[in-house]
């Protein structure tokens, strides 16, 4: 079974402080893929990364940064440096290579303030 | 480029009624997904179309279905709906189908369904 779990529901962090949200997946497959999306108040999810499970390389983009620990089970993102427009709902989503379903975790809300 | 578009934005319906909302997807997508976001139970997947076919299917009773146009637009029906159908319907389109594991997924604003 698949299974995403982000156990922080909410997070108030003040401006310019870093923050981390966690993500913990279940799958007995070998190959999968992680992603994360970011869901502001307006409601479109907006892809921010995908990830296969053959790379577990970190990868930072900007002010973002993914942490991949397939020992761990594990694919937590960090903002350096928050920022009011980070505030928003963010979801980590795990779909197997069969690519036919799509497992969201419940999403954690970051509230930045200014 | 126009967006991933849904209508409508909102909608208020009552028990036992049904419901039809649609998703025009990017220009030149071919692969239509529906979700189910709740705050209880998160975002679940619905289905995913692509070239007017159903691929795939989350667990979801019968009184949910859909289809797809041959210009790609989708419709998402809901029968006999229930208090707990009450939710935010998402669209996502992709290039090509397995949306999201070869290509990106584009999210649309989402309808929102009261269900009184």
């Known amino acids: 079974a698949q299974k995403v779990t982000q156990a922080q529901t909410e997070i108030s962090v003040v401006e310019k402080e870093d923050v981390t949200l966690d993500c913990v997946y279940e799958?007995?497959?070998?190959?999968?893929?992680l992603f994360w999306y970011k869901q502001p108040p307006s409601g479109e999810l907006v892809f921010l990364i995908r990830?296969?499970?053959?790379?577990?390389q970190n990868e930072i983009s900007g002010r973002y940064s993914w942490n991949f620990q397939k020992s761990t089970s594990s694919f937590n993102f960090t903002i350096t440096a928050s920022q009011v427009v980070d505030s928003a709902v963010y979801f980590c989503?795990?779909?197997?290579?069969?690519?036919?379903?799509?497992?969201f975790g419940t999403g954690t809300s970051l509230t930045v303030i200014p | 480029k126009a967006g991933v578009t849904q209508t409508p934005r909102y909608l208020i319906k009552t028990r036992g009624q049904q419901v039809t909302l649609s998703c025009s997807p990017i220009?030149?997508?071919?692969?239509v997904s529906w979700y189910q976001q709740t705050p209880g139970q998160g975002l679940q997947f619905l289905f995913e179309y692509f070239s007017e076919t159903q691929r795939n299917k989350g667990n979801f009773p019968g009184r949910f279905s859909g289809r797809q146009f041959s210009n790609s637009r989708s419709e998402m029906n809901v029968s006999t709906l229930e208090l707990g159908d009450s939710a935010l319907y998402l669209c996502?389109?992709?290039?090509?189908?397995?949306?999201?594991?070869?290509?990106?997924?584009?999210f649309g604003p989402g309808t929102r369904l009261t269900v009184l």
């Open positions: 989503a795990l779909t197997c290579h069969t690519g036919n379903q799509f497992y």
């Open positions: 799958t007995r497959d070998t190959t999968y893929y």
């Open positions: 220009s030149g997508h071919r692969s």
């Open positions: 990830r296969n499970s053959f790379d577990e």
């Open positions: 996502a389109s992709s290039l090509s189908w397995l949306a999201g594991l070869y290509n990106e997924q584009f």
